[in-house]
């Protein structure tokens, strides 16, 4: 689709390798970017991506390999030299300030000032005002703080920083998983525009429908090496599924067959402060019920209040048939009743201690004879769930903070799982999951239901949803529509309840 510029890449990186104590991340990365593309990086969780992104952002020192950057040797000495050199990264966990502007926030650290050293008012406007167009973003005022926008539109303001920096390489990791459908659209237009003035973009996402529908060319890596490379529109969905995992996929949602059982949850009226309104629900032993709706619409409020974390305004929620008002999530532990927050850093996991601690802290009984723990058993146990889940780590010992995101999911997943409870709560329990473990996670779910396990699922993924669920609900506006079984739905119907609301069934 882009007429090629200029032959010569804007960025070569070849033989790039990087140690962590004894984790080879990148044992040898070739990737070549050119001016004006959207280069795809793709690869399994813990292939090395974010790793090479590091490298390539000034953030990590490579142990080897040599980097060129429109024709001149690149070794960034960090993040600020890299940028200055036109190489900006935005990371998803935005590092905007949310009480200033955005004026302030684009042009954080290097107003312009005079020859006094005032800054000039009207020349930080007409600069931030032009990145903003550029971005075809009008309607964000400059004056506007940080906190009062959305996360589709701070992303856009760290874009516009990059710009006001004159980027010519912007990357970006796994930008949309927690945008809506809307944002991700409007993320796309913007990513054209630049590559249409000739930034090029590595972009990475797990998505890999979004790869094909934006991305020009692509790199795969698999353990921290190059496996391929070539055009997007050229290759399938299954070569680049078979270049990531090195074995081709056969089924995206294995079949587990689980039978629907007595009702074990029921939600009656559960309001939130301020959502979900009135929310009415069952769930049954051994049934995967999906939430859908669009971000923002209250699906986690949903969940954060039925799991105690939120308070409740009214309403109830009954166990087994019992009302049951807890009060903290502790209680709701001992009920048989777990979260899989979608917040994995702030709420999920201790990044600090190792992947062990975190899988079984919050339920150490069965290791526990006497009260004393049994470590080797302790450590059977989470050896157990890296296997069955496929966390790619150096072992139970290694620290959760140096996982790669995906498998950073996977670990949250594992400690729920450790807890053996009797309803899961699931909000976007694939984010950041490769195609490969996300098979794993869909064949978990099944076999969690199969056991007799009622799991509630919020996704904002429809065909994950549409293939796992027994019966789909979506909810809209804080508003918890009827859960219909999925052979009687369409992805459209639910798209269109997730955006326009419901007909009769819901005043
Ligand atoms: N600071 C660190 N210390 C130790 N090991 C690390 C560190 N950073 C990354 N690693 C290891 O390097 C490997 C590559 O991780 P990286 O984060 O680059 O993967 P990724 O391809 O981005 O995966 P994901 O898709 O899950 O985000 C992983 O095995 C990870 O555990
Ligand atoms: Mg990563």
Redesign the pocket.
């Known amino acids: 689709m882009k007429t090629e510029r200029d032959s010569n890449p804007l960025l070569l990186m070849s033989g790039v390798q990087?140690r962590?104590?004894g984790?080879?991340?990148?044992g040898g990365v070739d990737l070549e970017v050119r001016r004006g593309e959207v280069h795809a990086l793709l690869?399994?969780?813990?292939?090395?991506?974010?790793?090479?992104?590091?490298v390539l952002s000034g953030a990590?020192a490579p142990d080897a390999g040599e980097c060129s950057l429109d024709g001149a040797p690149y070794a960034p000495s960090g993040p600020q030299d890299a940028l200055e050199r036109g190489v900006a990264m935005i990371y998803q966990e935005l590092n905007l300030a949310p009480e200033l502007t955005v004026a302030q926030n684009v042009l954080l650290g290097r107003e312009p000032r005079g020859a006094l050293g005032w800054i000039q008012a009207d020349e930080v406007q007409a600069r931030v005002a032009s990145a903003l167009e550029a971005l075809g973003a009008e309607e964000l005022q400059p004056d506007t703080l940080v906190r009062d926008l959305g996360p589709g539109q701070r992303q856009l303001v760290e874009i516009a920083r990059a710009l006001v920096e004159d980027a010519q390489l912007i990357v970006l990791?796994?930008p949309t998983s927690s945008l809506s459908q809307g944002d991700t659209r409007r993320l796309f237009e913007v990513v054209k525009r630049l590559t249409g003035e000739g930034v090029a973009v590595i972009y990475?996402s797990?998505f890999l429908e979004e790869v094909q529908e934006i991305g020009d060319r692509f790199t795969v890596?698999r353990d921290?090496e190059t496996v391929g490379a070539g055009v997007v529109r050229e290759t399938s969905l299954e070569e680049l599924v078979a270049l990531m995992a090195g074995r081709s996929l056969d089924e995206f949602f294995p079949k587990v067959p689980h039978e629907p059982g007595e009702v074990i949850l029921e939600l009656e009226a559960l309001a939130g402060e301020p959502l979900p309104r009135e929310a009415s629900l069952s769930l049954r032993r051994g049934e995967v019920l999906g939430i859908a709706g669009l971000v923002g619409a209250g699906r986690t409020e949903l969940l954060r209040a039925l799991f105690a974390l939120e308070p409740v305004r009214s309403g109830e929620v009954k166990l087994n048939g019992a009302v049951s008002p807890a009060r903290s999530p502790r209680e709701r532990l001992d009920e048989g009743v777990g979260l899989l927050s979608e917040d994995r850093k702030g709420e999920g996991l201790a990044l600090d201690l190792d992947l062990a601690t975190n899988a079984t802290l919050s339920h150490m009984t069965p290791f526990s004879r006497g009260g004393w723990i049994q470590p080797s058993e302790r450590r059977a146990a989470v050896e157990r769930w890296i296997e069955r889940l496929g966390i790619?780590?150096?072992g139970p010992e290694?620290?959760a903070?140096?996982?790669?995101?995906?498998?950073?999911?996977k670990a949250a997943l594992a400690r729920l799982l450790h807890h053996d409870v009797d309803v899961l709560l699931l909000d976007e329990p694939t984010r950041?999951?490769?195609v490969g473990a996300k098979v794993e996670v869909y064949r978990v779910i099944g076999e969690l239901a199969a056991a007799g396990k009622a799991v509630l699922v919020v996704s904002s993924y429809l065909p994950e949803l549409f293939g796992i669920c027994d019966r789909i609900a979506v909810m809209h506006r804080g508003v918890l529509g009827p859960a219909r079984p999925v052979d009687e739905r369409t992805e459209e119907e639910v798209m269109s309840e997730a955006t326009r609301g419901f007909k009769e069934e819901v005043a």
């Open positions: 990087k962590f104590g984790v080879v991340a990148l690869g399994e969780n813990g292939a090395g991506k974010s790793t090479l992104m590091k990590h990791d796994e990475i797990h890596l921290g790619r780590c150096t290694q620290r903070g140096d996982l790669s995101g995906g498998n950073q999911q950041g999951v490769d």
